[in-house]
């Protein structure tokens, strides 16, 4: 995917998972830039979202509140974002991305902007004891370099 810019009215921007022993292979995103509500406080970003299957494909709906303002990838491999950004219209306190059970993702150049006071102690997450997740150069306002 490339060059997308939109808005969202839901409680995440970017939701892709595979199902636990099938990955998602393959993804790659580059020039995405999108703006979401923010203010999402009442979501534990530490809980982990529940495996249901059977339930997809409506993310936003099944599990509520995502743990992650941003990106919430799992049971992927093989997946990069490049020059790309998330902005909150109002404070967020979840975390900017969290990714579960994945190999070989990397974010490069990858610009947040969400003006709450007080960031969560992480902006980036990884779970899941194989996950390989590559923190690449990012842009102003928060950032996670190498």
């Not at 203010?39 to 249901?52: T, V």
Request: aromatic share 6%; charged share 25%.
């Amino acid at each position: 995917m490339r060059n997308i810019h939109g808005t969202t009215h839901g409680t995440g921007v970017v939701f892709i998972t595979g199902i636990p022993g099938h990955r998602v292979n393959g993804v790659g995103m580059e020039d995405i830039h999108c703006t979401t509500p923010g203010g999402d406080n009442g979501c534990k970003p530490d809980a982990p979202l529940a495996e249901k299957e059977n339930a997809y494909p409506e993310p936003y709906t099944i599990f509520g509140p995502l743990p992650a303002y941003g990106f919430v990838l799992r049971h992927i491999e093989n997946c990069s974002i490049v020059n790309s950004s998330v902005a909150c219209d109002k404070p967020d306190f979840r975390h900017a991305a969290v990714c579960t059970d994945v190999r070989n993702v990397a974010f490069e150049n990858l610009v947040l902007k969400n003006p709450a006071d007080h960031p969560p102690k992480e902006l980036f997450v990884e779970r899941g004891p194989d996950s390989d997740v590559r923190w690449g150069r990012a842009g102003p306002d928060r950032q996670k370099s190498d």
